[in-house]
């Protein structure tokens, strides 16, 4: 049994698989024309996903900012700690979607 990389998802598999135990590309009884179109769609979907929690990490870090400006929490109060986190949490989600995304589309998409 050897150990494969995933068309897809990059990650590692049994080439004795049927399918990607993470991101279930099939890899059997496909001819490569086949196997092409579903992998188009698996970044499609992954894409899709991205982008939707890349929106969802904006809309946390502006959430927090806009109650961080808006309320003004005190100094060392635990508003302030959350409306902190919040933004950090949400922009580093966001970038690290936005540097998935870009990954996704060097990989010849
Ligand atoms: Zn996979």
Not at 11 to 19: E, G, P, T, V, Y
Not at 22 to 47: A, D, I, M, Y
Request: proline share 4%.
């Amino acid at each position: 049994m050897a150990v494969i990389q995933c068309p897809a998802c990059n990650k590692r598999m049994s080439s004795k698989a049927d399918a990607c135990p993470h991101c279930e590309f099939k890899l059997t009884g496909l001819s490569s024309e086949q196997r092409e179109r579903e992998w188009q769609q698996v970044v499609q979907r992954q894409r899709e996903r991205l982008t939707s929690q890349s929106m969802l990490a904006l809309l946390m870090a502006i959430a927090a900012f806009t109650y961080f400006f808006m309320q003004q929490p005190e100094p060392g109060s635990w508003q302030l700690h959350l409306a902190n986190g919040g933004m950090l949490v949400g922009l580093v989600w966001f970038v690290i979607n936005r540097i998935r995304m870009l990954l996704l589309k060097r990989r010849g998409c």
